[in-house]
Nanobody, 128 residues
Framework: QLQLVESGGGLVQIGGSLRVSCTVS????????IGWFRQAAGKAREGVAF????????AYVESVKDRFTISRDNTKNTVYLQMSSLRPEDTAVYSC?????????????????????WGKGTLVTVKG
């Protein structure tokens, strides 16, 4: 059973930066597509960033393009989400999830499908 654990959330100032991590166990990272998702209070969960297990290609929801960067370190079985120029609307619980290549995907509007394994999430709060 694949397990995912997020870390690195916290309180950050508007315009600041933060990196959250997703450490995977119970399987090899490059066998899965990995996504970062967020859910703000009272809102539906949305996809934020997605990275392919096979070739490392990344995709982002429009609202975070040029501000967030997803990366993976297969030697550490860890996926990172580097966030910069943070805004109050980025405040949410950020979760990572893994899916089987060919069945998992995230669309540019933040919709997603095929994510099988989920972490519990880490809270990111952006305040002035």
């Amino acid at each position: 059973q694949l397990q995912l654990v997020e870390s690195g959330g916290g309180l950050v100032q508007i315009g600041g930066s933060l990196r959250v991590s997703c450490t995977v166990s119970g399987g090899t990272l490059d066998s899965y597509d990995i996504g970062w998702f967020r859910q703000a209070a009272g809102k539906a969960r949305e996809g934020v960033a997605f990275i392919s297990g096979s070739d490392g290609r990344a995709a982002y929801v429009e609202s975070v393009k040029d501000r967030f960067t997803i990366s993976r370190d297969n030697t550490k079985n860890t996926v990172y989400l580097q966030m910069s120029s943070l805004r109050p609307e980025d405040t949410a619980v950020y979760s990572c999830a893994a899916g089987i290549p060919g069945t998992a995907t995230m669309w540019p509007d933040g919709g997603f499908t095929g994510m099988t394994y989920w972490g519990k999430g880490t809270l990111v709060t952006v305040k002035g």
